[in-house]
């Protein structure tokens, strides 16, 4: 990480030295790093009310879908026909259900930023379970019959086992899911202690170095999530 990401800083700082970008555009990020130390209470304060709602909306979410997926694994026909829905709703983008949550759940409240969490992260996690739970070939199934092994025994020794990777892969996905779904539906009201509503309202007033300093802090949020 430090072997790549220091010359891409240094790059960075150069690029807008030798071009004169404005800072506007694009701060140099000796002055990102500053203001973000400037600003650390702060962003410390906005990032943990975000990933509460990041925290419980992934929590929900991941722990409905692992639970729906394994109901659905059960019966094959339900999931055949389950999947194409569940794909579908969840490629309808954030900025479409944000408003919409809001409306339903209230602005202010946040339940209407844990029910979008919830509602990016349910589907991988059930995808990702069902595809898991039936990726046992008919081998290891015809291997567990020899045995006299029950459905249950065959559930418990075979398909979950093989659907552990399929599910923390998931769980790592979602992890990211969850605070771009906890950021972005802070753009459409809520809080204003939220990293959503203090990057839209950093860019709004041309402070794009604070604004720049959030996006820093949302970053680290989601890496220390992952």
Same mark, same amino acid.
């Given at each position: 990480?430090?072997?790549?990401?220091?010359?891409?800083?240094?790059?960075?700082?150069?690029?807008?030295?030798?071009?004169?970008?404005?800072?506007?555009?694009?701060?140099?990020?000796?002055?990102?790093?500053?203001? =973000?130390? &400037?600003?650390?209470?702060?962003?410390?304060?906005?990032?943990?009310?975000?990933?509460?709602?990041? =925290? $419980?909306?992934?929590?929900?979410?991941?722990?409905?879908?692992?639970?729906?997926?394994?109901?659905?694994?059960?019966?094959? @026909?339900?999931?055949?026909? !389950?999947?194409?829905?569940?794909?579908?709703?969840?490629?309808?983008?954030?900025?479409?259900?944000?408003?919409? =949550?809001?409306? $339903?759940?209230?602005?202010? @409240?946040?339940?209407?930023?844990?029910?979008?969490?919830?509602?990016?992260? #349910?589907?991988?996690?059930?995808?990702?379970?069902?595809?898991?739970?039936?990726?046992?070939?008919?081998? /290891?199934?015809?291997?567990?019959?020899?045995?006299?092994?029950? @459905? /249950?025994?065959?559930?418990?020794? !075979? %398909?979950?086992?093989?659907?552990?990777?399929?599910? #923390?892969?998931?769980?790592? !996905?979602?992890?990211?899911?969850?605070?771009? *779904?906890?950021?972005? @539906?802070?753009?459409?009201? +809520?809080?204003?202690? *939220?990293? +959503?509503? %203090?990057?839209? &309202?950093?860019?709004?007033?041309?402070?794009?170095?604070?604004?720049?300093?959030?996006?820093?802090?949302?970053?680290?949020?989601?890496?220390? =999530?992952?």
């Amino acid at each position: 990480v430090i072997v790549i990401g220091v010359p891409i800083l240094l790059i960075w700082e150069g690029v807008i030295f030798v071009f004169s970008i404005q800072q506007f555009l694009l701060p140099r990020p000796t002055v990102i790093l500053g203001t =973000f130390l &400037d600003t650390y209470p702060r962003l410390v304060a906005s990032a943990w009310g975000t990933f509460q709602n990041a =925290f $419980w909306g992934f929590a929900i979410g991941c722990t409905a879908g692992v639970l729906f997926g394994m109901v659905a694994a059960r019966f094959i @026909s339900f999931s055949r026909a !389950l999947l194409p829905i569940a794909i579908g709703l969840n490629a309808i983008p954030i900025i479409a259900l944000a408003p919409i =949550f809001n409306n $339903w759940f209230g602005a202010l @409240s946040p339940t209407s930023k844990i029910a979008i969490v919830v509602m990016l992260t #349910f589907f991988p996690a059930m995808i990702s379970t069902v595809r898991g739970l039936t990726s046992a070939e008919p081998l /290891q199934l015809e291997l567990m019959r020899s045995y006299a092994a029950s @459905s /249950q025994d065959t559930f418990r020794r !075979l %398909r979950f086992p093989m659907a552990l990777p399929y599910i #923390f892969s998931a769980l790592k !996905l979602a992890t990211t899911l969850s605070m771009i *779904g906890a950021i972005v @539906s802070e753009y459409f009201g +809520g809080s204003t202690a *939220g990293l +959503g509503f %203090r990057i839209r &309202d950093d860019a709004g007033l041309f402070k794009y170095p604070e604004a720049w300093a959030a996006i820093l802090m949302a970053s680290l949020g989601g890496i220390l =999530f992952y």
